[in-house]
């Protein structure tokens, strides 16, 4: 029937916007939760690295 070619380009359309959307907020939070705890990490590190001279 084609009459119903444009509701399943629609549902497709919904379908993969979902999947975008949660991929997306999924990958954000993921990320976020890795720098996170990656700066808590670097200001202790850098604590540490303060002490050292360098000399050039």
Not at 29 to 56: A, D, G, H, R, V
Request: a positive charge; charged letters at 10%.
């Amino acid at each position: 029937m084609p009459q119903m070619a444009p509701l399943k380009w629609l549902i497709m359309f919904i379908l993969f916007s979902i999947t975008f959307i949660v991929f997306n907020i999924l990958n954000y939070y993921t990320n976020s939760l890795n720098f996170s705890n990656k700066t808590n990490e670097n200001e202790n590190n850098s604590q540490k690295n303060n002490s050292i001279n360098w000399k050039w």
